[in-house]
């Protein structure tokens, strides 16, 4: 008989058999028992998009349902003038009532991951037309509008959250927020003639600042989530996940931008220094979602100063991530071994008996 892993616990409190706090004292008593070492074989970020193909089809099943809905009542996602705004809201109100009923099923009852998900992001979209079709009644103008039907989303999202958990709903959330908090600075007619200059920190305009500000602070609430299960075995290490995705950007991406668009040598190798400092922060949170977000600078840098040796560096731009994932449990495991103490180093995942070699399968 073959000993529990990790996986069957994963997949345990994903069925109800276990909840959370259940699976991580069963996972720490193992460990005491057997020790640790035997049970640190490559610890890695949770992502799971679907449990299999009966997902994939029951999403398919959603989408051509929630598409038909859409049809028959004349809403889409940009016009429901056919309607008025009374009909739009019964409408809305009704789409979101379904899919609470379909959520309490297949994220409650059957915690399916993909359907989750699918679910999620139509509420949002329902949520949307119902904070649209209050602006319309309002007749507010369009910056207005997108702003209520942003801000009715993110609202109605939190409580959407709270009762079903789902993770991929924190980076609905934050994407709301950040779609809300631009469209209430826009109602000062702050917004450049080249929306292209935006997210530029030399501009006059706010929204490069907010843009850094709103991705703080989701690495705070991400980290928040990730410090509190530094194992990563629940639904809040998951959350910290997709928070990730959404707040890496939103801070490397302003300031690389915007040494990128100065050009100067100064500044690119500022732009070095900051995206090689993101990349040692990522390593240390065991968190690689701020790697992708910096990759597509690093390529445009290299193409603009290399020019015809681009493609070299380039190759071995993928060459150091191919070998950093590969030996990411080492690479890390040295370099938190490397760095003296600070505020938050035990909570992070453990890196002590991180396997130097992936074991044999």
């Known amino acids: ?21 259940q699976a991580a004292s ?35 099943g959603l989408v051509i349902l929630f598409a038909g809905w859409l049809g028959l009542t004349g809403v889409t996602i940009t016009s429901f003038t056919a309607n008025g705004y009374t009909l739009t809201m019964i409408y809305a109100v009704i789409a979101m009532a379904a ?40 007749r507010a103008g369009l910056p ?22 789902v993770p991929f709903t924190m980076a609905l959330i934050a994407g709301g927020v950040f779609m809300t908090a631009f469209g209430i600075v826009s109602l000062g007619g ?27 602070i989701g690495l705070v609430v991400a980290m928040w989530f990730d410090l509190s299960d530094p194992n990563r075995l629940t639904r809040r290490a998951q959350s910290g996940f997709w928070l990730h995705i959404i707040a890496a950007p939103a801070i490397v991406n302003t300031v690389a931008l915007t040494l990128f668009e100065i050009g100067t040598l100064p500044a690119q190798l500022s732009l070095i220094g900051f995206v090689t400092a993101m990349a040692v922060f990522a390593v240390v949170i065991d968190r ?8 597509g600078y690093i390529v445009a840098l290299s193409v603009t100063v290399i020019e015809d040796q681009a493609f070299i560096a380039i190759l071995l731009l993928g060459f150091g991530l191919v070998l950093l994932g590969a030996k990411w449990e080492a690479i890390r495991r040295s370099l938190m071994n490397i760095l003296p103490a600070f505020p938050g ?16 399968p």
């Open 190 to 216: 702050t917004l450049p003639e080249d929306p292209a200059d935006m997210f530029l920190l030399t501009n006059d305009g706010p929204f490069a600042i907010l843009t850094i500000a709103l991705g703080l």
């Open 99 to 138: 899919i609470l009923l379909l959520a309490r099923y297949f994220t409650l009852k059957r915690r399916m991951v993909g359907p989750s998900i699918v679910l999620a992001i139509f509420f949002a979209q329902a949520a949307g037309q119902l904070g649209a079709a209050f602006g319309w009644m309002m």
């Open 288 to 295: 690689r979602s701020f790697l992708v977000s910096a990759v």
């Open 1 to 21: 008989m073959t000993g529990v892993t990790r996986d069957d616990i994963r997949a345990a409190v994903g069925a109800g058999m276990l909840n959370e706090a």
């Open 144 to 165: 207005e509008w997108l702003t209520l039907a942003a801000g009715t989303s993110t609202v109605l999202l939190c409580f959407y959250y709270l009762l079903f958990r």
């Open 26 to 60: 069963l996972i720490a008593l193992s460990q005491t028992r057997s020790g640790v070492r035997a049970h640190m074989s490559g610890l890695d970020e949770p992502f799971e998009l679907f449990r299999g193909f009966n997902e994939v089809f029951i999403i398919v």
């Open 345 to 360: 180093k035990t909570r992070l995942p453990p890196w002590e008996l991180l396997p130097l070699e992936e074991p044999a």
